[in-house]
């Protein structure tokens, strides 16, 4: 899977955990919006787009099948992330 772009928008709330949202597109084809960066404990991680439940919990409405391609999608994005806080510097 190639991953040919990553757009990061950095969220400006102070006391918010949610630091940005991204986007990417796959092999120029097709793209998903909405994936959260979300400052916790130790480190940033990535939360995949999700919807509500009606039982108040929240479920991906997108994600990838096996850990090497979340592993691959949590790089580029963070990567990506992390360039746009350099940028802001």
């Known amino acids: 899977m190639k991953i040919s772009d990553v757009r990061v928008r950095l969220v400006a709330k102070e006391d918010s955990k949610l630091k940005a949202v991204a986007?990417?597109?796959?092999?120029?084809?097709?793209v998903v919006h909405d994936i959260k960066v979300i400052q916790g404990q130790e480190d940033y991680f990535i939360a995949m787009p999700s919807r509500k439940t009606s039982d108040g919990e929240y479920k991906d409405i997108v994600h990838p099948i096996n850990t090497e391609t979340r592993e691959q999608i949590?790089?580029?994005?963070l990567d990506a992330f992390k360039e746009e806080l350099e940028k802001q510097e």
């Open 23 to 30: 986007s990417m597109t796959i092999e120029d084809c097709f």
């Open 74 to 77: 949590i790089k580029i994005i």
